[in-house]
Every structure is written in structure tokens, then in C-alpha cells.
């Protein structure tokens, strides 16, 4: 049973940092590519960032230069690394899997940027 579990959420001024994790089970880790999406209230969800199983990495325009995306394949662990946090940050963070033609998703962890 594919499983991810996200944590690492929370309330950070503008210019602040977060680190989010994501971890995952019921797959073989390693040869997945690994997704981070959010969703900002009103919006519809939108991919952040993702990483093959090879580590090739990919994010979207809006987060370039400020989140990393990275996987720990012993751990089985994909963390989202986020610096200079803006207020359109803020919204609710999935991680994601394809697995045998069909998507999975997290709970979701919260993430608000305001002053």
C-alpha cells in the first residue's frame, strides 16, 4: 500500500525559511520520480518540484533559485528546502507519486507566509 506522509509546515515571516519532508512507503523509493505541489486557497493545485529516481530535478518558474528539492533513497525521503519565503507561498504543500498508472498523494502539510 503506497503511503507518503508529509510534515514540516508552519507559519514564517516574508524572507523566511521552512523545510518540508515527505516520506514514502509501499514503493520501490528509488525509482520514482518525487513530487511537491500546492495549492493556494482559490487556486488550483500546481506542481513546485520534482526529482527522478536519477536525482534530475525540475521546478516551477515561480521557485526557482529559492526551493530545493532533494531524496534520500536510504530513508526514502524527499525534502523541499524553501528560502526566502513569500506570501504567495502560502498554501497547502502534497507530495506525489505515479505508481502503476495511478497518482497518490499526502495529507497535505500547511505552509503560510505572512507578517
Known amino acids: 500500500q503506497v503511503r507518503l506522509v508529509e510534515s514540516g509546515g508552519g507559519w514564517v515571516q516574508p524572507g523566511g525559511s521552512l523545510r518540508l519532508s515527505c516520506t514514502a512507503s509501499?514503493?520501490?523509493?528509488?525509482?520514482?520520480?518525487m513530487a511537491w505541489y500546492r495549492q493556494a486557497p482559490g487556486k488550483e493545485r500546481e506542481l513546485v518540484a520534482r526529482?527522478?529516481?536519477?536525482?534530475?530535478?525540475d521546478y516551477a518558474d515561480s521557485v526557482k533559485g529559492r526551493f530545493t528539492i532533494s531524496r534520500n533513497n536510504v530513508y526514502n525521503t524527499v525534502p523541499l528546502q524553501m528560502n526566502d519565503l513569500k506570501p504567495d507561498d502560502t498554501g497547502v504543500y502534497y507530495c506525489h507519486v505515479n505508481h502503476t498508472g495511478r497518482g497518490f498523494w499526502g495529507q497535505g502539510t500547511r505552509v503560510t507566509v505572512s507578517s
Open positions: 509501499g514503493i520501490n523509493f528509488r525509482l520514482y520520480t
Open positions: 526529482i527522478s529516481g536519477g536525482g534530475s530535478t
